[in-house]
C-alpha cells in the first residue's frame, strides 16, 4: 500500500516530498525530506565501500597474468556492490538520505594491516564542491602497491515513479608491478534506479552498463538487470571479460546476483561470494578528530537524527549551514576561492582520455582530482 512504511504523522510530508521529485532534475541532496528518511551519515564516509574486503583489494597485486589480475579487479569491484547499495537497507531498513557534505568536509580511516593483505590500507576522502556535491577519495595498500582514486557526483532525475541517478565521474586503480611497471585500470559507475518510493521505503537497483578497462587491453564490461529482465531476480548482473583484441584467449563470462555470489558460466566455478561478513572501516575516536572530519562536524545532527529528536537535529544542522555561508561570504569579501586540501582539479584525466578511447567511453573526456600525497600519516 502507499505510504505503508511511512509514519503517520510523517505522511503527508512524504506526500509533498513525492511531488517535489516528479519533474525534478538536478541537486536531490538539497531537497527538504521527512525526518523518517534521514540517514545520520555523510556521504563522506560511502567511499569506503570500496574497501569493506581489504583482502580482495589486495590480492589484486598478487595475479601472476594479465588476465588473472583483470579478474581480480572485476571480483573486487563486484564483491563492493552489496556494501555500496544494499547496506542501509540492512542497517536502516531502508534506503535513506545521506547527509549533506560541506565543502572542505574530511573523512579518514583505514583497515589495519594483516598476513591475509600485507598492508595498512588508508582511505582519504574530501568534500572537493558542495554545489553541485563531488566527493574525492584515495585508496592505499603501499605494501601490495594498489591505489584507487576517484571522484564522484550524481545526476538525478524522476521517472516512472522512481528517481534515476547516473553517477558522475569514475575511478582509476593502479597496481604497481615487482618488474616495476604499473598496470591501471579505468572503472566506471552503474546507473541507479531507487524504488519503493511509493511506500516510502526506498531500494536500488543497478541498470544498464559500467566499464573496467585495464591498460593491458583486457575489458571487463558488466551488465545489470533487476526483477523482471532475463534472469527476473533482483540484483542480477552478467560480466564479461575480452582480452585484448588480436589476442588469443577466450572471454569469461560471470553470472550471478551481485548481492550474493556469482559462477563462470563456463567452469561452474563460483567467482564471487560476499555472504560472509565484510569488514567496516576504522576510524579515529571523534575526540581526536579535527573540526572537519565528518563525524565531528555532524556529531550533532548524527545524535538526534539516530535519538528521533529532530528540532536538536535541525538546530545542528542550521548552525552547519550559517557557518558555510558565513565562510563562503568571508571569502568573498577578502577575493579569496576555498583551497582544496588533499587533491587538486584537472580539467581532463589523462588515464580516462586514453583507456576511455579502447571502448568508446561516453563522454570522451572527464575531469578528475589528482591527490597531493599528503594524508595523515600511517
Ligand atoms: C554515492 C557513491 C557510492 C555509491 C552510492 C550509493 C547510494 C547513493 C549514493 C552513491 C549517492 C546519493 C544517493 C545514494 C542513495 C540515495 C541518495 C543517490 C551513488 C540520494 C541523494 C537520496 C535519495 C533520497 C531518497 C532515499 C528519499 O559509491
Redesign the pocket.
Known amino acids: 500500500r502507499a505510504g505503508e512504511a511511512v509514519p503517520a504523522a510523517q505522511k503527508s510530508s512524504w506526500t509533498s516530498f513525492m511531488k517535489s521529485l516528479a519533474g525534478f532534475t538536478g541537486d ?2 538539497a531537497m527538504t ?1 521527512p525526518p523518517f ?1 534521514l540517514s545520520p551519515t555523510s ?1 563522506t564516509e ?2 569506503a ?1 570500496w574497501c569493506e574486503r581489504p583482502e580482495l583489494f589486495a590480492a589484486i597485486a598478487d595475479g601472476k597474468t594479465e588476465q588473472t589480475r583483470a579478474l581480480a579487479v572485476l571480483k573486487w569491484f563486484i564483491s563492493t556492490l552489496k556494501g ?2 544494499t547496506s542501509r537497507n540492512e542497517s536502516m531498513g531502508s ?4 547527509l549533506n557534505p560541506v565543502l572542505g568536509e574530511l573523512f579518514y580511516g583505514y583497515w589495519p594491516a594483516n598476513e591475509a593483505r600485507g598492508g595498512k590500507t588508508t582511505l582519504v576522502v574530501e568534500q572537493v564542491s558542495h554545489h553541485p556535491p563531488i566527493t574525492a577519495y584515495r585508496i592505499e595498500n603501499i605494501a601490495k602497491g594498489v591505489i584507487l582514486t576517484g571522484h ?1 557526483a ?1 545526476k538525478t532525475s524522476f521517472s516512472g515513479g522512481s ?1 534515476i ?1 547516473k ?1 558522475v565521474g569514475h575511478a582509476v586503480l593502479t597496481v604497481s608491478l615487482p618488474s616495476g611497471q604499473t598496470e591501471e585500470y579505468l572503472i566506471t559507475l552503474p546507473r ?1 534506479r ?1 524504488d519503493g518510493l511509493w511506500y516510502g521505503s ?1 531500494y ?1 537497483e543497478l541498470a544498464e552498463m559500467s566499464y573496467i578497462q585495464s591498460s593491458t587491453g583486457w575489458l571487463s564490461t558488466i551488465e545489470y538487470k533487476g526483477k523482471g529482465y532475463f534472469s527476473g531476480k533482483s540484483h542480477t548482473f552478467k560480466a564479461t571479460l575480452t582480452p585484448p583484441p588480436h589476442g588469443s584467449s577466450e572471454p569469461t563470462v560471470i553470472e550471478g546476483t551481485w548481492h550474493t555470489n556469482s559462477k563462470d558460466v563456463h567452469t561452474g566455478a563460483v567467482f564471487h561470494d560476499v555472504t560472509s561478513p565484510k569488514e567496516e572501516v576504522t576510524v579515529a575516536p571523534i575526540e581526536e578528530q579535527s573540526e572537519w572530519e565528518s563525524r565531528k562536524l555532524w556529531f550533532g545532527v548524527a545524535k538526534g537524527i539516530r535519538e528521533g529528536d529532530f528540532e536538536t537535529a535541525a538546530t545542528f544542522k542550521g548552525k552547519i549551514e550559517n557557518d558555510q555561508r558565513q565562510k563562503r561570504c568571508d571569502e568573498a569579501t577578502a577575493n579569496k576561492t576555498w583551497g582544496l586540501k588533499h587533491f587538486q582539479y584537472i580539467e581532463s584525466d589523462p588515464v580516462y582520455e586514453h583507456l576511455g578511447k579502447l571502448f568508446k567511453a561516453n563522454p570522451p573526456t572527464e575531469d578528475a582530482y589528482v591527490y597531493l600525497n599528503n594524508g595523515p600519516p600511517s
Open positions: 536531490l541532496s525530506a528518511i556521504l560511502f567511499p565501500y555500496q547499495y534506503e535513506k538520505k545521506p564522484n550524481q528517481i541517478v553517477q541507479l531507487i526506498p536500488i
